[in-house]
């Protein structure tokens, strides 16, 4: 198989999360920890930092990762999911992983995928650890997928636990109130391992802490600790909380021994994007009119990136819109702005949400719009439509982005 064919094999392997939802989700971790065995346990041959959260935990992960990089360290970089490339969720020091590693990847061990009927991210996990410990990195930044108790990424004793925050995202698979969900995301706080907490929330702060006791683990709440803000050039005002519990976490790296410089921290902030290539977080893709587009799909990132949008502007405001079909839209509908023209779509997935659909529920709360037929379509109708000082905006979720980006 060459790399597109390796790569296709791989989707089209059991349900894989990103396409397919809940059907995707599994129970336990115990194909990971046999995928682990059988390559010789890559995951103890890297030092790590693990990242998990409801927003916030990819952006954490890159900002990390570029301090770092300016530190002199080789890192690693595993998030999810990708925007274009699959290789774009392995990294090291920016650079993604080498299509030959792939391909020989997945031939070297195809007959125990097939036997143990793996899942794309179990494959994935295995894939992005054997890389890090074959190129011998310095440490790993690794990104949560779904959760944290039940991820295949749980299998690492970390340096450093960071949970961002904590919302109302895959409620289906973690539970329906942010106490439930803050316990699966706490699975990730190891014994004798440090935790940062990005955001305290009255309803979460417990559930971190009695799991931080139980562990005797030191926990840390970074909105709590850390006053400074550091300019940066990921733009988005809600990146505050994201460069607080960075900065907090920097701090216990330096305890733990890593040598970061003052002037690390700030070139890693400034120089995230070319350090790490992160894409999607309030990025501008036009000019005259402005086109903004942000990957931010549920109701806390929403409220971040509404707010973002106050701050602009303009004379009227476009959006271009599409959600996966297990989106809590009684959620993120009275978030979203009354005045605004509405371009709706559907995400070129397989759960993503049809269009008509979408409109017809956000007409039922006087959100009005047309339904286009691709992504590409809604955003050059908003084009067309849009005078040079009105706004276009283009989310709802990771693939509307991904596929204007």
């Not at 890159?62 to 300016?70: G, K, P, R």
């Not at 990847?105 to 794309?120: A, I, M, Y």
């Not at 179990?122 to 894939?127: A, D, Q, R």
């Amino acid at each position: 198989m060459n790399y597109q064919d390796t790569v296709n094999w791989m989707f089209q392997q059991l349900p894989m999360y990103q396409n397919k939802g809940k059907s995707a989700f599994k129970t336990d971790i115990t194909n990971t920890l046999n995928l682990a065995a059988h390559l010789n346990h890559p995951e103890d041959d890297f030092k790590s930092i693990h990242v998990a959260g409801t927003n916030g935990k990819g952006s954490t992960s890159h900002i990390l990762a570029s301090v770092l990089q300016e530190a002199g360290y080789k890192v690693g970089l595993y998030t999810s999911p990708h925007l274009k490339d699959f290789r774009e969720r392995i990294r090291i020091n920016g650079d993604v992983i080498s299509e030959d590693f792939v391909i020989h990847f997945v031939e070297d061990n195809l007959k125990f995928f097939e036997t143990n009927q793996l899942s794309f991210f179990e494959m994935t996990v295995g894939m992005a650890f054997s890389y890090f410990a074959k190129q011998d990195v310095d440490i790993a930044i690794i990104e949560v997928g779904l959760g944290g108790r039940l991820d295949s990424t749980n299998i690492i004793t970390p340096e450093l636990s960071v949970i961002t925050n904590i919302g109302y995202d895959h409620t289906q698979m973690l539970g329906d109130t942010l106490q439930l969900i803050a316990g699966e995301k706490a699975g990730i706080i190891k014994k004798n391992i440090p935790v940062v907490i990005g955001e305290t929330q009255p309803e979460t702060e417990e559930v971190f802490k009695l799991k931080a006791k139980s562990t005797k683990s030191n926990i840390y709440f970074a909105d709590q600790l850390i006053h400074e803000i550091l300019e940066s050039d990921l733009k988005g005002s809600y990146q505050v909380h994201n460069k607080k519990t960075v900065l907090q976490s920097l701090i216990i790296l330096k305890e733990l021994g890593y040598s970061i410089s003052d002037e690390a921290i700030q070139k890693g902030f400034l120089n995230v994007s070319g350090n790490t290539g992160l894409q999607g977080r309030w990025q501008q893709i036009g000019d005259k009119p402005k086109v903004v587009c942000d990957t931010a799909h549920n109701k806390e990132g929403l409220t971040y990136v509404m707010d973002q949008l106050q701050k602009e502007t303009f004379d009227l405001l476009h959006i271009v819109f599409g959600v996966v079909n297990d989106k809590d839209l009684e959620r993120i509908i009275p978030l979203l702005p009354a005045d605004a023209t509405y371009y709706f779509c559907k995400p070129n997935v397989q759960r993503g949400l049809d269009a008509e659909i979408l409109k017809k529920t956000f007409k039922k709360s006087g959100l009005i719009g047309k339904a286009y037929n691709s992504v590409g379509s809604a955003l050059s109708a908003a084009k067309s439509n849009a005078k040079v000082t009105d706004l276009i905006y283009v989310g709802g979720s990771t693939f509307v982005v991904a596929e204007i980006i």
